[in-house]
Protein backbone atom coordinates (compact mmCIF):
# COMPACT_ATOMS: atom_id res chain seq x y z
CA UNK A 1 0.00 0.00 0.00
CA UNK A 2 2.50 2.36 1.18
CA UNK A 3 4.32 1.34 -2.42
CA UNK A 4 1.10 2.81 -4.57
CA UNK A 5 1.20 6.12 -1.88
CA UNK A 6 4.30 6.97 -2.54
CA UNK A 7 3.94 6.67 -6.34
CA UNK A 8 0.93 8.53 -6.12
CA UNK A 9 3.13 11.37 -4.75
CA UNK A 10 5.72 10.56 -7.42
CA UNK A 11 3.06 10.76 -10.49
CA UNK A 12 0.99 14.53 -8.73
CA UNK A 13 4.32 16.15 -9.56
CA UNK A 14 4.37 17.24 -13.00
CA UNK A 15 7.79 18.12 -13.68
CA UNK A 16 9.33 15.01 -12.09
CA UNK A 17 6.88 13.18 -14.68
CA UNK A 18 7.57 14.99 -17.42
CA UNK A 19 11.38 14.21 -16.76
CA UNK A 20 10.79 10.75 -16.27
CA UNK A 21 9.14 10.55 -19.60
CA UNK A 22 11.80 12.31 -21.19
CA UNK A 23 14.71 10.03 -19.45
CA UNK A 24 12.70 6.92 -20.03
CA UNK A 25 12.98 8.28 -24.54
CA UNK A 26 16.99 9.31 -23.79
CA UNK A 27 17.18 5.82 -22.70
CA UNK A 28 15.46 3.74 -25.35
CA UNK A 29 16.99 5.73 -27.98
CA UNK A 30 20.51 5.00 -26.75
CA UNK A 31 19.26 1.24 -26.46
CA UNK A 32 17.78 1.13 -30.02
CA UNK A 33 20.35 3.18 -30.94
CA UNK A 34 21.66 0.17 -33.58
CA UNK A 35 18.19 -0.36 -34.98
CA UNK A 36 17.99 3.49 -35.83
CA UNK A 37 21.09 3.82 -37.56
CA UNK A 38 22.55 0.49 -38.11
CA UNK A 39 25.59 2.05 -39.90
CA UNK A 40 28.57 3.78 -38.09
CA UNK A 41 27.38 7.12 -36.94
CA UNK A 42 31.05 8.50 -37.68
CA UNK A 43 30.78 7.49 -41.16
CA UNK A 44 30.39 10.48 -43.94
CA UNK A 45 26.95 10.21 -45.46
CA UNK A 46 25.93 13.67 -46.88
CA UNK A 47 27.21 17.55 -47.92
CA UNK A 48 29.28 18.55 -45.04
CA UNK A 49 27.38 21.83 -42.90
CA UNK A 50 23.67 21.23 -43.77
CA UNK A 51 21.95 22.73 -41.44
CA UNK A 52 18.86 21.63 -39.19
CA UNK A 53 15.95 21.30 -41.65
CA UNK A 54 18.46 22.16 -44.96
CA UNK A 55 17.58 18.09 -46.28
CA UNK A 56 14.99 16.47 -44.85
CA UNK A 57 17.17 13.17 -44.61
CA UNK A 58 19.06 14.96 -41.83
CA UNK A 59 16.94 16.52 -39.81
CA UNK A 60 19.39 17.91 -37.58
CA UNK A 61 22.35 18.70 -40.35
CA UNK A 62 25.45 17.34 -40.79
CA UNK A 63 29.11 18.66 -39.13
CA UNK A 64 32.19 19.71 -41.11
CA UNK A 65 32.64 16.36 -42.66
CA UNK A 66 29.34 15.71 -43.44
CA UNK A 67 28.43 12.77 -40.36
CA UNK A 68 24.83 12.51 -39.68
CA UNK A 69 24.33 14.66 -36.18
CA UNK A 70 21.23 12.79 -35.28
CA UNK A 71 22.79 9.46 -35.83
CA UNK A 72 25.89 10.86 -33.34
CA UNK A 73 23.45 12.07 -31.20
CA UNK A 74 21.64 9.01 -30.71
CA UNK A 75 24.71 6.59 -30.63
CA UNK A 76 26.52 9.78 -28.31
CA UNK A 77 22.93 9.02 -25.79
CA UNK A 78 24.74 5.52 -24.90
CA UNK A 79 28.14 6.17 -24.22
CA UNK A 80 26.79 9.49 -22.25
CA UNK A 81 24.22 7.65 -20.04
CA UNK A 82 26.57 4.14 -19.46
CA UNK A 83 29.39 6.68 -17.77
CA UNK A 84 26.71 8.62 -15.89
CA UNK A 85 25.27 5.13 -14.82
CA UNK A 86 28.30 3.73 -13.76
CA UNK A 87 30.21 6.57 -12.31
CA UNK A 88 27.20 7.08 -9.89
CA UNK A 89 26.99 3.28 -9.11
CA UNK A 90 31.19 3.45 -8.53
CA UNK A 91 30.01 6.80 -6.27
CA UNK A 92 27.22 4.93 -4.56
CA UNK A 93 29.40 1.61 -3.68
CA UNK A 94 32.12 4.41 -2.22
CA UNK A 95 30.04 6.29 -0.55
CA UNK A 96 27.54 4.15 1.09
CA UNK A 97 30.16 1.70 2.65
CA UNK A 98 32.47 4.30 4.21
CA UNK A 99 28.46 6.02 5.57
CA UNK A 100 27.39 3.27 6.87
CA UNK A 101 30.81 2.49 8.47
CA UNK A 102 31.49 5.80 9.68
CA UNK A 103 27.65 5.97 10.95
CA UNK A 104 27.37 2.50 12.96
CA UNK A 105 30.65 2.36 14.39
CA UNK A 106 30.97 5.90 15.06
CA UNK A 107 34.05 7.60 17.24
CA UNK A 108 37.34 7.35 15.52
CA UNK A 109 36.39 5.41 12.57
CA UNK A 110 33.94 7.87 12.60
CA UNK A 111 36.14 10.92 12.58
CA UNK A 112 38.74 8.99 10.04
CA UNK A 113 35.73 9.18 7.62
CA UNK A 114 34.52 12.09 7.58
CA UNK A 115 38.19 13.83 7.49
CA UNK A 116 38.29 11.90 4.43
CA UNK A 117 35.14 12.95 2.77
CA UNK A 118 36.57 16.43 3.83
CA UNK A 119 39.55 15.81 2.15
CA UNK A 120 38.40 14.83 -1.26
CA UNK A 121 35.65 17.78 -0.58
CA UNK A 122 39.06 20.09 -0.55
CA UNK A 123 40.51 18.83 -3.90
CA UNK A 124 39.04 20.78 -6.64
CA UNK A 125 36.79 17.96 -8.18
CA UNK A 126 37.50 18.43 -12.10
CA UNK A 127 41.10 18.71 -11.66
CA UNK A 128 41.23 15.40 -9.62
CA UNK A 129 39.65 14.16 -12.46
CA UNK A 130 42.03 15.37 -15.03
CA UNK A 131 44.93 14.60 -13.20
CA UNK A 132 43.81 11.21 -12.32
CA UNK A 133 42.68 10.54 -16.00
CA UNK A 134 45.89 12.19 -17.61
CA UNK A 135 48.05 9.85 -14.94
CA UNK A 136 46.34 6.47 -15.51
CA UNK A 137 45.34 7.06 -19.19
CA UNK A 138 41.80 8.30 -20.78
CA UNK A 139 40.31 5.31 -20.95
CA UNK A 140 36.68 4.88 -20.23
CA UNK A 141 36.89 2.73 -16.77
CA UNK A 142 39.29 5.45 -15.60
CA UNK A 143 37.33 8.23 -16.53
CA UNK A 144 34.25 6.36 -14.67
CA UNK A 145 36.17 5.43 -11.86
CA UNK A 146 37.68 8.90 -11.36
CA UNK A 147 34.34 10.84 -11.32
CA UNK A 148 33.08 8.20 -8.94
CA UNK A 149 36.05 8.90 -6.64
CA UNK A 150 34.61 13.20 -6.83
CA UNK A 151 31.21 12.48 -6.37
CA UNK A 152 30.93 10.39 -3.25
CA UNK A 153 31.12 12.57 -0.55
CA UNK A 154 27.58 13.67 0.01
CA UNK A 155 26.20 10.07 -0.40
CA UNK A 156 28.69 9.40 2.64
CA UNK A 157 27.42 11.76 4.32
CA UNK A 158 23.68 10.93 3.84
CA UNK A 159 24.65 7.07 4.50
CA UNK A 160 26.48 8.38 7.63
CA UNK A 161 23.02 10.43 8.86
CA UNK A 162 21.01 7.57 8.21
CA UNK A 163 22.99 5.15 10.03
CA UNK A 164 23.33 7.78 13.13
CA UNK A 165 19.41 7.77 13.21
CA UNK A 166 18.76 4.07 13.16
CA UNK A 167 21.76 2.58 15.14
CA UNK A 168 20.14 2.14 18.52
CA UNK A 169 16.41 2.09 17.08
CA UNK A 170 14.85 -1.21 18.94
CA UNK A 171 14.93 -3.62 15.74
CA UNK A 172 18.51 -3.34 15.64
CA UNK A 173 19.00 -3.71 19.41
CA UNK A 174 17.21 -6.77 19.56
CA UNK A 175 19.10 -8.33 16.49
CA UNK A 176 22.77 -6.97 18.70
CA UNK A 177 20.91 -8.89 21.61
CA UNK A 178 19.91 -12.19 19.66
CA UNK A 179 23.93 -11.70 18.84
CA UNK A 180 23.78 -11.25 15.10
CA UNK A 181 27.41 -10.26 13.60
CA UNK A 182 27.61 -5.83 12.45
CA UNK A 183 28.20 -6.93 9.18
CA UNK A 184 25.03 -8.27 8.88
CA UNK A 185 22.89 -5.91 11.02
CA UNK A 186 24.74 -3.53 8.37
CA UNK A 187 23.96 -5.00 5.82
CA UNK A 188 20.62 -6.69 6.04
CA UNK A 189 18.83 -5.15 8.88
CA UNK A 190 20.12 -0.68 8.97
CA UNK A 191 20.97 -0.47 5.14
CA UNK A 192 17.65 -1.54 3.87
CA UNK A 193 15.61 1.40 5.83
CA UNK A 194 18.72 3.67 5.19
CA UNK A 195 18.50 3.37 1.39
CA UNK A 196 15.05 5.35 0.09
CA UNK A 197 16.85 8.86 0.45
CA UNK A 198 20.13 7.83 -0.76
CA UNK A 199 18.89 6.01 -3.96
CA UNK A 200 17.16 9.71 -4.44
CA UNK A 201 20.71 11.51 -4.20
CA UNK A 202 22.45 9.04 -6.36
CA UNK A 203 19.75 10.00 -9.16
CA UNK A 204 21.39 13.36 -8.69
CA UNK A 205 24.57 12.13 -8.73
CA UNK A 206 24.14 10.64 -12.25
CA UNK A 207 23.21 13.95 -13.16
CA UNK A 208 26.06 15.86 -11.99
CA UNK A 209 28.84 12.82 -13.70
CA UNK A 210 26.66 13.51 -16.85
CA UNK A 211 28.01 17.28 -16.92
CA UNK A 212 31.83 15.82 -15.59
CA UNK A 213 32.40 13.06 -18.45
CA UNK A 214 30.92 15.71 -20.86
CA UNK A 215 33.59 18.61 -19.74
CA UNK A 216 36.17 16.07 -19.74
CA UNK A 217 35.34 14.81 -23.16
CA UNK A 218 34.86 18.76 -24.27
CA UNK A 219 38.59 19.08 -23.15
CA UNK A 220 39.40 16.41 -25.75
CA UNK A 221 40.50 13.77 -22.72
CA UNK A 222 37.81 11.81 -23.33
CA UNK A 223 38.35 8.11 -23.94
CA UNK A 224 39.32 8.53 -28.21
CA UNK A 225 37.03 5.46 -29.23
CA UNK A 226 33.89 6.96 -27.64
CA UNK A 227 31.78 9.84 -29.22
CA UNK A 228 29.54 11.20 -26.32
CA UNK A 229 27.54 14.22 -26.20
CA UNK A 230 30.97 16.12 -24.59
CA UNK A 231 32.84 15.55 -27.58
CA UNK A 232 30.35 16.53 -30.13
CA UNK A 233 30.63 20.15 -28.76
CA UNK A 234 34.33 20.00 -28.27
CA UNK A 235 34.39 18.95 -31.97
CA UNK A 236 31.92 21.82 -33.30
CA UNK A 237 33.79 24.24 -31.48
CA UNK A 238 36.02 25.25 -34.32
CA UNK A 239 32.98 26.43 -36.41
CA UNK A 240 31.17 28.48 -34.52
CA UNK A 241 31.12 31.58 -36.92
CA UNK A 242 29.57 29.28 -39.92
CA UNK A 243 28.12 26.78 -38.37
CA UNK A 244 27.04 26.73 -34.31
CA UNK A 245 24.55 24.56 -34.48
CA UNK A 246 26.56 21.86 -34.82
CA UNK A 247 27.90 22.76 -31.09
CA UNK A 248 24.43 24.18 -29.66
CA UNK A 249 22.37 20.74 -30.71
CA UNK A 250 24.46 17.93 -28.44
CA UNK A 251 24.74 20.81 -25.92
CA UNK A 252 20.88 21.11 -25.55
CA UNK A 253 20.81 17.29 -25.38
CA UNK A 254 23.25 17.30 -22.29
CA UNK A 255 20.91 20.12 -21.21
CA UNK A 256 17.84 18.38 -21.57
CA UNK A 257 19.12 14.97 -19.82
CA UNK A 258 20.73 16.73 -16.88
CA UNK A 259 17.21 18.71 -16.56
CA UNK A 260 15.10 15.73 -16.44
CA UNK A 261 17.59 13.70 -14.38
CA UNK A 262 17.17 16.59 -11.73
CA UNK A 263 13.63 17.06 -12.19
CA UNK A 264 13.42 13.34 -11.50
CA UNK A 265 15.25 13.31 -8.41
CA UNK A 266 13.71 16.11 -7.08
CA UNK A 267 10.01 14.43 -7.40
CA UNK A 268 11.46 11.35 -6.04
CA UNK A 269 12.52 13.61 -2.79
CA UNK A 270 9.57 15.11 -2.40
CA UNK A 271 7.33 12.05 -2.85
CA UNK A 272 10.24 10.51 0.06
CA UNK A 273 9.35 13.93 2.32
CA UNK A 274 5.83 15.05 1.76
CA UNK A 275 6.62 17.79 4.10
CA UNK A 276 8.96 19.39 2.90
CA UNK A 277 6.91 19.51 -1.00
CA UNK A 278 5.93 23.33 -0.67
CA UNK A 279 9.52 24.47 0.16
CA UNK B 1 33.03 21.88 6.53
CA UNK B 2 31.71 25.58 7.15
CA UNK B 3 28.67 26.24 9.95
CA UNK B 4 28.40 22.95 12.05
CA UNK B 5 26.04 24.59 15.20
CA UNK B 6 27.09 24.06 18.35
CA UNK B 7 24.76 25.35 21.09
CA UNK B 8 24.02 28.94 20.99
CA UNK B 9 25.48 31.40 22.99
CA UNK B 10 24.52 35.12 23.53
CA UNK B 11 25.90 37.18 21.41
CA UNK B 12 29.50 38.52 21.46
CA UNK B 13 30.60 42.21 21.31
CA UNK B 14 34.05 44.11 20.15
CA UNK B 15 36.85 42.48 21.41
CA UNK B 16 35.07 39.52 22.57
CA UNK B 17 34.05 38.84 18.86
CA UNK B 18 37.71 40.00 17.29
CA UNK B 19 39.13 37.27 20.23
CA UNK B 20 36.44 34.52 19.03
CA UNK B 21 37.34 35.22 15.24
CA UNK B 22 40.75 35.00 16.18
CA UNK B 23 40.18 31.56 17.79
CA UNK B 24 38.13 30.42 14.97
CA UNK B 25 41.35 31.14 12.82
CA UNK B 26 43.91 29.28 14.89
CA UNK B 27 41.79 26.25 15.21
CA UNK B 28 40.90 25.72 11.27
CA UNK B 29 44.92 26.64 10.67
CA UNK B 30 45.47 23.40 12.68
CA UNK B 31 42.64 21.60 11.00
CA UNK B 32 44.12 22.52 7.87
CA UNK B 33 47.56 20.32 8.27
CA UNK B 34 46.15 17.21 8.52
CA UNK B 35 44.18 18.11 5.64
CA UNK B 36 47.03 19.84 3.10
CA UNK B 37 48.83 16.50 4.38
CA UNK B 38 46.44 14.23 2.53
CA UNK B 39 46.08 15.93 -0.50
CA UNK B 40 50.07 15.80 -0.57
CA UNK B 41 49.42 11.49 0.38
CA UNK B 42 47.16 11.43 -2.80
CA UNK B 43 49.29 13.16 -4.86
CA UNK B 44 52.24 11.09 -4.17
CA UNK B 45 50.05 8.16 -4.38
CA UNK B 46 48.72 8.70 -8.29
CA UNK B 47 52.77 9.33 -8.91
CA UNK B 48 53.69 5.77 -7.36
CA UNK B 49 50.51 4.78 -9.76
CA UNK B 50 51.47 5.97 -12.91
CA UNK B 51 52.18 3.44 -15.25
CA UNK B 52 55.92 2.80 -16.16
CA UNK B 53 58.17 5.32 -13.47
CA UNK B 54 57.26 8.88 -13.12
CA UNK B 55 61.20 9.41 -14.50
CA UNK B 56 61.00 7.45 -17.13
CA UNK B 57 57.64 9.37 -18.51
CA UNK B 58 59.58 12.52 -17.77
CA UNK B 59 62.72 11.90 -19.71
CA UNK B 60 60.51 10.31 -22.68
CA UNK B 61 58.66 13.65 -22.45
CA UNK B 62 61.66 15.73 -22.31
CA UNK B 63 63.72 13.10 -24.78
CA UNK B 64 66.30 12.47 -22.17
CA UNK B 65 68.54 9.17 -23.55
CA UNK B 66 71.77 9.63 -21.70
CA UNK B 67 71.88 6.95 -19.23
CA UNK B 68 74.03 9.05 -17.31
CA UNK B 69 71.90 11.91 -16.70
CA UNK B 70 68.97 9.05 -15.94
CA UNK B 71 71.32 8.17 -13.05
CA UNK B 72 71.28 11.41 -11.93
CA UNK B 73 67.92 11.51 -12.17
CA UNK B 74 67.23 8.64 -10.31
CA UNK B 75 69.31 9.88 -7.76
CA UNK B 76 68.06 13.63 -7.52
CA UNK B 77 64.54 12.24 -7.38
CA UNK B 78 65.65 9.27 -5.09
CA UNK B 79 64.04 6.50 -7.04
CA UNK B 80 66.58 4.39 -5.48
CA UNK B 81 65.13 5.03 -1.72
CA UNK B 82 62.08 3.23 -0.21
CA UNK B 83 58.76 4.42 -0.83
CA UNK B 84 58.25 6.04 2.65
CA UNK B 85 61.64 7.93 2.50
CA UNK B 86 60.56 9.37 -0.57
CA UNK B 87 56.92 10.12 0.35
CA UNK B 88 59.04 12.07 3.21
CA UNK B 89 61.39 14.14 1.16
CA UNK B 90 58.29 14.62 -0.85
CA UNK B 91 56.78 16.54 1.70
CA UNK B 92 59.99 18.41 2.77
CA UNK B 93 60.43 19.63 -0.83
CA UNK B 94 56.79 20.64 -0.99
CA UNK B 95 57.09 22.41 2.70
CA UNK B 96 59.71 24.50 0.82
CA UNK B 97 57.39 25.24 -1.99
CA UNK B 98 59.60 22.86 -4.41
CA UNK B 99 57.40 21.43 -6.61
CA UNK B 100 59.69 20.49 -9.45
CA UNK B 101 60.46 22.32 -12.37
CA UNK B 102 58.69 23.20 -15.75
CA UNK B 103 60.44 22.40 -19.01
CA UNK B 104 57.89 23.41 -20.87
CA UNK B 105 57.85 27.01 -19.20
CA UNK B 106 61.27 26.71 -18.49
CA UNK B 107 60.58 28.17 -14.68
CA UNK B 108 60.28 26.39 -11.28
CA UNK B 109 56.42 24.94 -11.16
CA UNK B 110 55.25 27.38 -8.59
CA UNK B 111 56.67 30.33 -10.66
CA UNK B 112 54.42 29.35 -14.04
CA UNK B 113 51.38 29.32 -11.69
CA UNK B 114 52.07 32.25 -9.93
CA UNK B 115 52.13 33.88 -12.93
CA UNK B 116 48.56 32.44 -14.29
CA UNK B 117 46.82 32.48 -10.04
CA UNK B 118 45.79 36.37 -10.49
CA UNK B 119 43.29 35.43 -13.83
CA UNK B 120 42.01 32.70 -12.21
CA UNK B 121 41.19 34.42 -8.85
CA UNK B 122 39.63 37.54 -10.62
CA UNK B 123 37.54 35.17 -12.63
CA UNK B 124 36.34 33.27 -9.58
CA UNK B 125 35.66 36.44 -7.40
CA UNK B 126 33.72 37.91 -10.22
CA UNK B 127 32.02 34.86 -10.85
CA UNK B 128 30.86 34.13 -6.97
CA UNK B 129 30.22 38.03 -7.45
CA UNK B 130 27.76 37.48 -9.93
CA UNK B 131 26.65 34.37 -8.87
CA UNK B 132 25.45 35.77 -5.27
CA UNK B 133 24.08 39.20 -6.49
CA UNK B 134 21.90 37.61 -8.63
CA UNK B 135 20.98 34.15 -7.22
CA UNK B 136 20.03 35.77 -3.66
CA UNK B 137 18.12 38.68 -5.69
CA UNK B 138 16.29 36.13 -7.86
CA UNK B 139 15.60 34.02 -4.93
CA UNK B 140 14.40 37.54 -2.73
CA UNK B 141 12.19 38.34 -6.00
CA UNK B 142 10.86 34.57 -5.56
CA UNK B 143 9.96 34.37 -2.08
CA UNK B 144 8.23 37.78 -1.70
CA UNK B 145 6.03 36.91 -4.88
CA UNK B 146 5.67 33.46 -3.89
CA UNK B 147 3.14 30.80 -7.25
CA UNK B 148 2.76 34.22 -9.24
CA UNK B 149 4.55 34.82 -12.63
CA UNK B 150 7.94 36.10 -11.18
CA UNK B 151 8.49 32.79 -8.80
CA UNK B 152 7.45 30.19 -11.89
CA UNK B 153 10.14 32.54 -14.01
CA UNK B 154 12.79 32.20 -11.44
CA UNK B 155 12.26 28.77 -10.91
CA UNK B 156 12.32 27.83 -14.60
CA UNK B 157 15.60 29.90 -15.53
CA UNK B 158 17.52 28.29 -12.25
CA UNK B 159 16.11 25.18 -13.61
CA UNK B 160 17.70 25.49 -16.70
CA UNK B 161 21.09 27.35 -16.06
CA UNK B 162 21.79 24.22 -13.19
CA UNK B 163 21.48 22.12 -15.89
CA UNK B 164 23.45 23.49 -18.64
CA UNK B 165 27.13 22.35 -19.45
CA UNK B 166 29.58 26.02 -18.51
CA UNK B 167 31.38 25.21 -21.77
CA UNK B 168 28.42 24.94 -23.93
CA UNK B 169 26.63 28.20 -22.54
CA UNK B 170 30.21 30.12 -23.04
CA UNK B 171 30.31 28.95 -26.39
CA UNK B 172 26.43 30.12 -27.33
CA UNK B 173 26.73 33.15 -25.49
CA UNK B 174 30.06 33.72 -27.81
CA UNK B 175 27.57 32.95 -31.26
CA UNK B 176 25.46 35.37 -29.50
CA UNK B 177 27.33 38.43 -28.08
CA UNK B 178 30.57 38.05 -30.30
CA UNK B 179 29.73 37.02 -33.64
CA UNK B 180 26.01 37.55 -34.01
CA UNK B 181 26.25 40.57 -32.20
CA UNK B 182 30.06 41.99 -32.21
CA UNK B 183 29.38 43.37 -29.04
CA UNK B 184 31.78 41.37 -27.10
CA UNK B 185 35.15 40.13 -27.28
CA UNK B 186 35.53 36.09 -28.16
CA UNK B 187 38.04 35.78 -25.71
CA UNK B 188 41.60 36.64 -24.46
CA UNK B 189 41.97 39.23 -21.86
CA UNK B 190 43.10 41.79 -23.40
CA UNK B 191 43.47 43.33 -27.32
CA UNK B 192 46.24 41.90 -28.93
CA UNK B 193 48.70 45.03 -28.49
CA UNK B 194 46.37 46.28 -25.75
CA UNK B 195 47.70 47.83 -22.98
CA UNK B 196 45.54 45.78 -20.07
CA UNK B 197 43.72 49.13 -18.80
CA UNK B 198 41.22 47.95 -16.46
CA UNK B 199 37.80 48.93 -18.90
CA UNK B 200 39.73 46.77 -21.36
CA UNK B 201 40.17 43.19 -18.71
CA UNK B 202 36.36 43.74 -17.67
CA UNK B 203 35.37 43.76 -21.28
CA UNK B 204 36.60 40.82 -21.74
CA UNK B 205 35.47 39.40 -18.20
CA UNK B 206 32.30 39.74 -18.50
CA UNK B 207 31.60 36.89 -21.30
CA UNK B 208 33.98 34.34 -18.62
CA UNK B 209 31.98 35.11 -15.81
CA UNK B 210 28.52 34.86 -17.01
CA UNK B 211 29.60 31.49 -18.17
CA UNK B 212 30.75 30.27 -14.95
CA UNK B 213 28.44 32.74 -12.69
CA UNK B 214 25.14 31.66 -14.19
CA UNK B 215 24.99 27.81 -12.93
CA UNK B 216 25.87 29.15 -9.47
CA UNK B 217 23.35 31.84 -9.55
CA UNK B 218 20.87 29.10 -10.09
CA UNK B 219 21.86 27.03 -6.84
CA UNK B 220 22.04 30.25 -4.83
CA UNK B 221 18.64 30.99 -5.73
CA UNK B 222 16.87 28.19 -5.13
CA UNK B 223 18.46 27.86 -1.78
CA UNK B 224 18.04 31.77 -1.38
CA UNK B 225 13.98 31.16 -2.16
CA UNK B 226 13.45 28.03 0.31
CA UNK B 227 15.56 29.97 2.80
CA UNK B 228 13.46 33.03 3.00
CA UNK B 229 10.35 31.07 3.03
CA UNK B 230 11.79 29.46 6.05
CA UNK B 231 12.67 32.01 8.12
CA UNK B 232 9.32 34.10 7.33
CA UNK B 233 7.65 31.64 9.09
CA UNK B 234 10.09 31.80 12.64
CA UNK B 235 8.68 33.93 15.51
CA UNK B 236 10.82 36.43 15.67
CA UNK B 237 9.51 37.86 12.01
CA UNK B 238 6.18 37.54 13.91
CA UNK B 239 6.70 39.96 16.23
CA UNK B 240 8.64 42.31 14.09
CA UNK B 241 5.25 42.53 12.33
CA UNK B 242 3.29 43.20 15.12
CA UNK B 243 5.51 45.61 15.97
CA UNK B 244 4.31 47.41 13.39
CA UNK B 245 6.74 47.20 10.95
CA UNK B 246 5.89 47.19 6.95
CA UNK B 247 6.47 43.75 4.97
CA UNK B 248 9.34 45.18 3.21
CA UNK B 249 10.89 46.41 6.51
CA UNK B 250 11.16 43.31 8.08
CA UNK B 251 11.74 40.83 4.51
CA UNK B 252 14.95 44.08 4.37
CA UNK B 253 16.56 43.73 7.73
CA UNK B 254 14.70 40.84 9.44
CA UNK B 255 14.71 38.05 7.31
CA UNK B 256 17.04 38.81 4.51
CA UNK B 257 20.06 38.47 6.71
CA UNK B 258 19.28 35.53 8.85
CA UNK B 259 18.63 33.60 5.44
CA UNK B 260 21.87 34.29 3.90
CA UNK B 261 23.55 31.98 6.26
CA UNK B 262 22.56 28.14 3.99
CA UNK B 263 24.11 30.85 1.09
CA UNK B 264 27.00 31.28 2.85
CA UNK B 265 27.73 27.64 4.12
CA UNK B 266 27.37 26.45 0.02
CA UNK B 267 29.68 29.44 -1.02
CA UNK B 268 32.15 27.62 0.89
CA UNK B 269 31.31 23.77 0.28
CA UNK B 270 31.38 25.11 -3.18
CA UNK B 271 34.78 26.56 -3.53
CA UNK B 272 36.38 23.84 -5.13
CA UNK B 273 33.99 23.17 -8.03
CA UNK B 274 34.11 26.84 -8.90
CA UNK B 275 38.25 26.68 -9.07
CA UNK B 276 37.50 23.43 -11.30
CA UNK B 277 34.85 25.18 -13.35
CA UNK B 278 37.61 27.38 -14.01
CA UNK B 279 39.72 25.20 -15.65
CA UNK B 280 36.72 24.41 -18.50
CA UNK B 281 35.76 27.86 -19.00
CA UNK B 282 38.85 29.54 -18.86
CA UNK B 283 40.19 26.80 -21.86
CA UNK B 284 36.81 28.31 -23.93
CA UNK B 285 37.65 31.97 -23.54
CA UNK B 286 41.51 31.30 -23.60
CA UNK B 287 41.33 33.15 -20.31
CA UNK B 288 45.12 33.08 -19.47
CA UNK B 289 44.86 31.98 -15.77
CA UNK B 290 45.64 28.61 -14.15
CA UNK B 291 42.95 26.42 -16.00
CA UNK B 292 44.74 27.10 -19.33
CA UNK B 293 47.96 26.31 -17.95
CA UNK B 294 46.49 22.81 -15.97
CA UNK B 295 45.12 22.44 -19.64
CA UNK B 296 48.39 22.93 -21.68
CA UNK B 297 50.16 20.89 -19.07
CA UNK B 298 47.45 18.15 -19.43
CA UNK B 299 47.52 17.88 -22.72
CA UNK B 300 51.44 17.80 -23.18
CA UNK B 301 51.76 15.65 -19.74
CA UNK B 302 53.71 17.80 -17.61
CA UNK B 303 52.74 16.24 -14.36
CA UNK B 304 55.18 18.11 -12.31
CA UNK B 305 52.51 20.94 -13.01
CA UNK B 306 49.52 19.42 -12.60
CA UNK B 307 50.06 17.91 -9.50
CA UNK B 308 50.98 21.41 -8.02
CA UNK B 309 47.91 22.70 -9.20
CA UNK B 310 46.31 20.18 -7.34
CA UNK B 311 47.97 20.99 -4.25
CA UNK B 312 48.04 24.49 -5.05
CA UNK B 313 44.34 24.49 -5.62
CA UNK B 314 43.27 22.53 -2.35
CA UNK B 315 45.45 25.31 -0.47
CA UNK B 316 43.29 27.91 -1.99
CA UNK B 317 39.99 25.82 -1.37
CA UNK B 318 40.75 25.63 2.54
CA UNK B 319 41.85 29.96 2.53
CA UNK B 320 38.72 30.39 0.93
CA UNK B 321 36.76 27.95 3.01
CA UNK B 322 38.30 30.00 6.42
CA UNK B 323 37.34 32.97 4.79
CA UNK B 324 33.90 31.94 4.46
CA UNK B 325 33.16 30.57 8.00
CA UNK B 326 34.72 34.13 9.41
CA UNK B 327 31.70 35.43 7.47
CA UNK B 328 29.89 33.46 8.52
CA UNK B 329 30.51 34.33 12.31
CA UNK B 330 30.45 38.17 11.88
CA UNK B 331 26.67 37.65 10.01
CA UNK B 332 25.45 35.37 12.57
CA UNK B 333 27.55 36.32 16.15
CA UNK B 334 25.07 33.63 17.81
CA UNK B 335 26.75 30.66 16.07
CA UNK B 336 30.01 28.85 17.90
CA UNK B 337 31.60 27.22 14.86
CA UNK B 338 33.30 23.94 16.08
Known sequence: MQRFEFLGRFARNRGALVGAGLILVVALMAILAPVFFPTDPLRIVGLPELWPGEDSEFPLGTDSLGRDILAM????ARATLLIGLFASAVATIIGVGVGAIAGYFGGWVDEIAMRAAELFQTIPNLIFVLTIVVILGSTLSNIVIAIGIVSWTPIARMTRAEFLALRDREFVQACRSMGMSDFRIILTEILPNALPPVIVLSSLVVAGAILFESAVSFLGLGDPNVASWGRLVGDGRQLIRSS???????????????????LVGDGLNDALNPKLRDR | MAGELVSPTPALRGSARRAAALKLLRRRLIQAVPLMLGVVVINFCLIQMAPGSFLELMTAENQVSDPATVALLRKTYGLDDPVWMQ???????????????????????IQAIWIHLPATILLMVSSIALAVTIGVAAGVVASMKVRTFWDSLVSVAAMFFYAAPSFWLGIMLI?????????????????????????EILHHLILPTLALGLFYAAIYARVMRSSMLEVAQLDFVRTARAKGLSRNQVTIHHVLRNALLPVVTILGVQMGTVLAGSVVIESVFSWPGVGSLLFDSVSSRNYPVVLGIMVLGSLVVIAANIAVDLIYMWLDPRIEIR
Open chain 1, 73 to 76: IVHG
Open chain 1, 244 to 262: WYICAIPGIAIMITVLCLN
Open chain 2, 87 to 109: LLKYIWALLHFDFGFSYRQNMPV
Open chain 2, 175 to 199: VLFSVKLGWLPVGGMMKIGGNGGVL
